[in-house]
């Protein structure tokens, strides 16, 4: 059974920084691309960004340039560092692992198989 669970999240006022961690168990990671989305009240999940298996990275337009993803496969460990954050960056935000493996860091909830229990991040003006 995989399990992945989100740590980090917070309040933080506006043009601060948050970085977040997932931590996988029961699967390794190193060969699974992995996934950040997040979800607003009233909104569908949305992608924020994903890093293939061999660490390539995609992001979501608006997160462009102030987000980065990573990973770190001994410590079976994803992070997500948030910069410049926006009162509109408000969410839960998820990671997700992807359901094949030599994948590539799909923006598509469907290729992901697995979710964490999401973090909650609160962004104020």
């Known amino acids: 059974q995989v399990h992945l669970v989100e740590s980090g999240g917070g309040l933080v006022q506006a043009g601060g920084s948050l970085r977040l961690s997932c931590a996988a168990s029961?699967?390794?990671?190193?060969?699974?691309?992995m996934g950040w989305f997040r979800q607003a009240p009233g909104k569908e999940r949305e992608f924020v960004a994903g890093?293939?298996?061999?660490?390539?990275?995609r992001y979501a337009d608006s997160m462009k340039g102030r987000f980065t993803i990573s990973r770190n496969n001994a410590e079976n460990t994803v992070y997500l560092q948030m910069n410049s954050l926006k009162p509109e960056d408000t969410a839960v935000y998820y990671c997700?692992?992807?359901?094949?493996?030599?994948?590539?860091?799909?923006?598509?909830?469907?290729?992901?198989?697995?979710w964490g229990q999401g973090t909650q991040v609160t962004v104020s003006s």
């Open positions: 997700a692992q992807s359901k094949a493996q030599y994948s590539s860091g799909s923006s598509l909830r469907g290729e992901y198989d697995y």
């Open positions: 029961g699967r390794t990671i190193s060969s699974h691309a």
């Open positions: 890093i293939s298996w061999v660490g390539s990275t």
